[in-house]
């Protein structure tokens, strides 16, 4: 019986493409840092950061993390740094939702989730903090929600597909693995959900974007097989799984 369903947020509730959407954003958050770095240099260090934070071992928080790896060799002061980080998403990120679009059949599963009385967890890679997760989730119709639990770059020490990202939602929402269904678009960082004993749904409306070079690029530090999806579909078709194995 499911109990709880997780959700990846890009190219999962919403649908846009990623390479078109990082040119975009990446000038565009560059601006609250044109005092202190040239832009080239900038995009290295929040890249190479944004790739280490999703290699934590868990030593740390994930935005203490990122931190300490965007400012290397830099005498700033972390709170200063990363105030500038919650400005522009305060002010300015919400001009990206423009550039995506709700997955079809958002506002059904939502509210067929809702009717169930089960648990919903955003369960997006912890790169962002809580108010982009959860603005990037009202974008897809998930409004009004009393989520069991959002993963942000704040409250967690893991990303996806390590199996402790998975293992500590399942103790913050107090829900054993098997009566969890993970849904996602990507087939490596999703569906090892199934590694930590959850069930898994792998969704294809993203696809139209074509985002598989910029996947690959994402994917390039990780190895090993993935388990198979034990189902697939589009978003909508979650409706008939949840009805299936819910009860």
């Known amino acids: 019986m499911i109990k709880a369903v997780l959700f ?30 040239e832009q080239e240099e900038f995009f290295m260090r929040i890249m190479n ?18 931190l300490r790896i965007f400012s290397q060799g830099k005498d700033w002061s972390y709170s200063e740094i990363w105030g500038r980080f919650e400005n522009y998403y305060d002010t300015k990120f919400e001009s990206f939702k423009s550039v995506v679009e ?21 369960a997006s890679n912890p790169l ?7 603005m990037r989730a009202e974008w897809a119709g998930f409004k009004d929600c009393n ?22 939602i399942c103790d913050e929402i107090d829900t054993a693995p098997e009566h969890c269904l993970m849904v996602g678009n990507d087939e490596i960082q ?19 974007y074509n985002n598989e070079f910029f996947l690959q690029n994402y994917h390039s530090h990780l190895k090993g097989n993935v388990p198979k999806p034990d189902y697939s579909g589009s978003l909508l078709d979650v409706v008939n799984v949840i009805n299936s194995i819910a009860d």
């Not at 560059?30 to 202190?36: G, H, V």
């Not at 709700?102 to 955003?122: D, H, M, T, Y």
């Not at 989520?147 to 500590?168: G, L, Q, T, W």
């Open 49 to 66: 950061a944004t790739k280490q934070v999703a290699m934590n071992n868990g030593e740390i928080p994930n935005d203490e993390y990122f």
């Open 102 to 122: 709700p997955a079809p059949g958002a506002g059904e599963l939502f509210s067929e989730i809702k009717r169930k009385n089960l648990k919903i967890v955003l």
């Open 147 to 168: 989520f069991a639990f959002v993963s942000h770059i704040s409250n967690m020490r893991y990303c996806k597909p390590d199996v402790k990202f998975f293992e500590h």
């Open 8 to 37: 990846d947020i890009d190219n999962t509730l919403i649908l846009f493409n990623e390479h078109k959407f990082m040119e975009g954003y990446l000038p565009s958050v560059f601006k609250e840092f044109s005092d202190i770095l």
């Open 190 to 208: 999703d569906m090892s959900a199934k590694t930590a004993g959850m069930k898994t749904f792998l969704t294809f409306d993203g696809k139209k």
């Open 128 to 134: 962002w903090p809580e108010n982009v997760q959860l």
